[in-house]
């Protein structure tokens, strides 16, 4: 069963930077699906982005982070990314690493991933 501990969040100013990280248990880590996803308060939880399973990875992101937000994987530490540049107050939420162990595609579904990590807060001030 893999299980998911995200670290990373913060405080940080509008226009900075911030690096997610979710290091992942298990041994099946290098062709797992993984995705981040975000609730802010009184909104649902939603895509932010996604990485494939198999090399070569690919990547898919929601239209608000694009070209700002980049997502990696490191399988030699069991460990995915999420590089959030020029941020804003609007990426203000709670992310969640996501992970679906049983294929190595691309998904922005919620229903698309199984386990779930404890999230981790980022606050954007401006």
């Known amino acids: 069963q893999v299980q998911l501990v995200e670290s990373g969040g913060g405080l940080v100013q509008a226009g900075g930077s911030l690096r997610l990280s979710c290091v992942a248990s298990?041994?099946?880590?290098?062709?797992?699906?993984m995705g981040w996803f975000r609730q802010a308060p009184g909104k649902e939880r939603g895509f932010v982005a996604a990485?494939?399973?198999?090399?070569?990875?690919?990547?898919e992101y929601t239209d608000s982070v694009k070209g700002r937000f980049a997502i990696s994987r490191d399988n030699a530490k069991n460990t995915v990314y999420l590089q959030m540049n020029s941020v804003m107050p609007e990426d203000t939420a709670v992310y969640y690493c996501?992970?679906?162990?049983?294929?190595?595609?691309?998904?922005?579904?919620?229903?698309?991933?199984?386990?779930w990590g404890q999230g981790t807060q980022v606050t954007v001030s401006s």
């Open positions: 298990g041994r099946t880590f290098s062709t797992t699906a």
């Open positions: 990485i494939s399973g198999d090399s070569p990875y690919y990547a």
């Open positions: 996501a992970a679906n162990p049983r294929s190595s595609g691309v998904y922005s579904g919620l229903r698309d991933y199984a386990i």
